[in-house]
């Protein structure tokens, strides 16, 4: 992801069940390439003022990958778009010494909790009202990335 992709993945956000982040939130996020894994599944020129079909936003806390963000436009849900940016995620995670992937999400997200299990995550936890628009509990899922 680069500075360019911006505008597209805020349009992207907007257009998802993300909690937003905006412009600034994803500018400052670039600005700590070696904390952050920000990537994006760029398509081809045959979807005319399409340049994204999704993004994934992760960050290095300590030994842990905690995965803040994937969204993927709705007219490329179902061609493992998400699956792929998540595994690359997890690799560049793992690369740089993770040993546990983390995230959250909202507890009535189906789709996305499949994803994520399709990618070796399992649910671990919940957090009470996580959400908020509407308020809603988060499922946390985690991956190990390396043995303990």
């Known amino acids: 992801m680069t500075e360019h992709d911006l505008l597209e993945v805020c349009q992207i956000e907007e257009l998802g069940e993300l909690s937003a982040w905006g412009?600034?939130?994803?500018?400052?996020?670039?600005?700590?390439?070696q904390d952050s894994v920000m990537l994006v599944a760029r398509v081809d020129s045959s979807f005319p003022g399409i340049g994204i079909a999704g993004f994934i936003v992760a960050r290095m806390i300590a030994d842990e990958l905690h995965v803040n963000n994937v969204a993927v436009r709705?007219?490329?849900?179902?061609?493992?778009?998400?699956?792929t940016l998540l595994r690359r995620t997890l690799e560049q995670g793992k690369q740089r010494g993770a040993e546990i992937a983390r995230l959250?999400?909202?507890a009535s997200n189906q789709a996305a909790q499949g994803l994520y299990r399709h990618c070796g995550f399992e649910a671990d936890g919940r957090r009470k009202n996580y959400y908020r628009g509407p308020t809603e509990d988060a499922l946390l899922m985690s991956v190990a990335l390396a043995p303990r």
């Open 74 to 83: 709705a007219e490329f849900r179902g061609r493992h778009v998400g699956a």
């Open 23 to 33: 412009w600034e939130a994803y500018h400052n996020e670039l600005q700590s390439p």
């Open 104 to 106: 959250e999400v909202r």
